[in-house]
């Protein structure tokens, strides 16, 4: 079956260090590739998303991610945390086209210590 | 006004209740989607339904029931609750017209307890 990995349930930085958070998928085939993100007591919101043209991906508050298709990798980045970035991270990849839906991967939590 | 609404975003029931969850959208978007979401699990699919008349079950669909009032209300049932379906239920939408991509939208999410 298809699947998405998070490495790592829990990462820790300090502010103004850089964030990394990395996301792997399953298959061969590419597929649409996203990261959410959770704030405490709230629902999710889109960070960024890939689906085709450009690899390298920006999204909102300063968080880009790259589509590497030869590692089957979506890993998210932000060159300096800041302490609003605390939150929970989701990677997710939707295959199968219009009739698809969204797998999840299990979650990074976020620290970003002062 | 938020955009994707669920009712009630706190409840405590019983084993064996019947409980409904509620979900109201105003974007206009014809899919809907029902998630859990457990620490360390991530959000599973409980149900989706890409149209009023297109209901589907997703990967966690046991114990529950969904129903599609119209295009703007998906509503999630648990017939008779279990402890184990303590969770956080969100509720999703996304556009059909942006079905490539399928950027979903979600609601603040109803945290349930089952004692």
């Known amino acids: 079956a298809q699947s998405v990995t998070q490495l790592g349930s829990h990462v820790s930085v300090s502010e103004g260090a850089l964030v990394l958070l990395r996301c792997n998928y399953s298959?061969?085939?590419?597929?649409?590739l996203f990261w959410y993100v959770q704030y405490p007591n709230q629902g999710l919101q889109l960070l960024l998303k890939?689906?085709?043209?450009?690899?390298l991906v920006k999204g909102i508050n300063g968080f880009e991610a790259e589509f590497k298709k030869s590692e089957t990798s979506f890993h998210l980045t932000k060159p300096s945390a800041h302490m609003s970035d605390a939150a929970e991270y989701f990677c997710?990849?939707?295959?199968?086209?219009?009739?698809?839906?969204?797998?999840f991967g299990k979650g990074t939590k976020l620290s970003v210590k002062p | 006004d938020a955009d994707v609404t669920q009712t009630p975003r706190n409840r405590i029931t019983k084993t064996g209740k019947r409980i409904m969850l509620e979900c109201s959208q105003t974007?206009?978007?014809?899919?809907m989607y029902w998630y859990r979401q457990d620490p360390g699990l991530g959000l599973r699919l409980i149900y989706y339904?890409?149209?009023?008349?297109?209901?589907n079950k997703g990967e966690i669909s046991d114990g529950y029931s969904v129903s599609r009032q119209a295009q703007a209300k998906f509503s999630l049932s648990l017939e008779s609750a279990i402890p184990n379906q303590t969770a956080l239920y969100f509720c999703?939408?996304?556009?059909?017209?942006?079905?490539?991509?399928?950027?979903?939208?979600f609601g603040p999410g109803t945290r349930l307890t089952v004692l």
């Open positions: 999703a939408t996304s556009d059909m017209a942006e079905s490539s991509t399928d950027t979903q939208y």
């Open positions: 298959s061969s085939v590419p597929p649409y």
């Open positions: 890939y689906t085709t043209g450009a690899t």
């Open positions: 997710a990849v939707k295959w199968g086209g219009s009739q698809g839906i969204l797998i």
């Open positions: 974007k206009g978007h014809d899919r």
């Open positions: 339904s890409f149209d009023v008349k297109d209901i």
